[in-house]
């Protein structure tokens, strides 16, 4: 997991997840599924829900060795507006989800063990011949070591944004350009940067976050359970007290915590962050939420067309 490209993202070809779509169907069946993936003999499938709704598309995908079917269905569906408290999310800082009522979700990041792990498989990998079988092998051996921990951290953001869509009526999230924020520290030839291994490894715990995956994640379930997502300029936010409202970068006297010049507040500076978020968002909003939000643009006259995107059935299967 130590290759980086140029743009600062971690390279996983070895694991990269390849997939495609079939086409609407033209007429339904009594087994849907089967009608578009019909599954060889001797082949395994763990199916982990059961497919509800009418069938609109399927997705076929595969990860290392393991292959995975994904049915979107179409399903009608009233959704009463969420009565929950409106709330700030703040991402990737000193940890990985802070809410602003100060609940912390936790993305379990690579033990030193695992990552010990990964680097043998990279290295294995590059010692064996090229277009040896015995270098497939380990290839094959590296991907399902990379797809076990994007698993679990996958698991555990469906978690987090599960209950965080479940039980607010508003979601405030910042607009964060992660490939900006993980540019790499290293600088130039002429001007070299500093702490380029401190830069490296939070640009690692951002990654590792996947703060892109946890905003689509929010995307679809805040319509599914009638909240709505607001995004708003992540300009300040760390920086602002939420106390008094004073801006003042130097107020981060560490990277968890904040303390206040002006009002001698002390606070964890996640939370601090997340409540200006949530600021942010309900005035962004006018006070009146779901009048200035993507998401909440497509409530309404589309809800129940979306009502279940990305709500897959999926059968899964191994070579
Ligand atoms: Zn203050």
């Known amino acids: 997991m130590?290759?980086?490209?140029r743009s600062g993202r971690r390279s996983t070809s070895a694991a990269a997840r390849r997939a495609f779509a079939t086409p609407t169907p033209s007429r339904s069946r009594s087994s849907p599924a089967a009608s578009f993936c019909r599954k060889p003999a001797g082949v395994r499938i763990v199916m982990h829900r059961p497919i509800d709704g009418k069938i609109k598309n399927v997705t076929v995908s595969t990860l290392a060795d393991e292959w995975f079917v994904s049915a979107q269905t179409e399903l009608e569906t009233v959704i009463p507006p969420n009565a929950g408290p409106a709330v700030?999310?703040?991402?990737?800082?000193?940890?990985?989800?802070?809410?602003?009522?100060?609940?912390?979700?936790?993305?379990?990041?690579?033990?030193?063990?695992?990552?010990?792990r990964l680097e043998n498989a990279h290295r294995t990998v590059?010692?064996?011949k090229k277009g040896s079988k015995n270098r497939e092998k380990a290839k094959l051996s590296l991907a399902r070591l990379q797809a076990k921990a994007a698993r679990r951290r996958r698991d555990a953001a469906h978690k987090a944004t599960t209950t965080i869509a479940k039980n607010h009526s508003v979601v405030v999230i910042e607009d964060l350009k992660v490939k900006q924020m993980t540019k790499t520290g290293r600088g130039t030839a002429e001007a070299p940067g500093t702490l380029v291994q401190k830069k490296a490894n939070e640009n690692r715990a951002l990654l590792e976050i996947a703060p892109r995956t946890i905003r689509t994640m929010l995307e679809y379930k805040c319509r599914w359970y009638g909240s709505t997502l607001v995004?708003?300029?992540?300009?300040?936010?760390?920086?602002?007290?939420?106390?008094?409202?004073?801006?003042?970068?130097?107020a981060r006297?560490?990277?968890?915590?904040?303390?206040?010049?002006?009002?001698?507040?002390?606070?964890?500076?996640?939370?601090?962050?997340?409540?200006?978020?949530?600021?942010?968002?309900?005035?962004?909003?006018?006070?009146?939420?779901?009048?200035?939000?993507?998401s909440s643009q497509t409530i309404g006259r589309k809800q129940e067309d979306d009502a279940r995107e990305g709500g897959s059935s999926a059968l899964q299967g191994r070579e």
Not at 231 to 250: F, I, L, Q, Y
């Open 126 to 128: 590059h010692r064996r």
């Open 253 to 294: 006297i560490t990277r968890a915590r904040y303390v206040c010049n002006a009002c001698g507040g002390d606070f964890d500076a996640d939370e601090n962050a997340a409540r200006n978020i949530l600021v942010k968002g309900i005035s962004s909003t006018g006070g009146l939420p779901g009048m200035a939000c993507e």
């Open 2 to 5: 130590r290759k980086t490209s």
């Open 231 to 250: 995004v708003v300029d992540p300009a300040h936010t760390s920086e602002t007290c939420s106390a008094c409202g004073v801006v003042d970068a130097e």
């Open 88 to 116: 700030g999310i703040d991402l990737g800082s000193a940890q990985p989800i802070v809410l602003s009522d100060g609940a912390v979700f936790g993305i379990p990041r690579a033990t030193p063990t695992e990552r010990r």
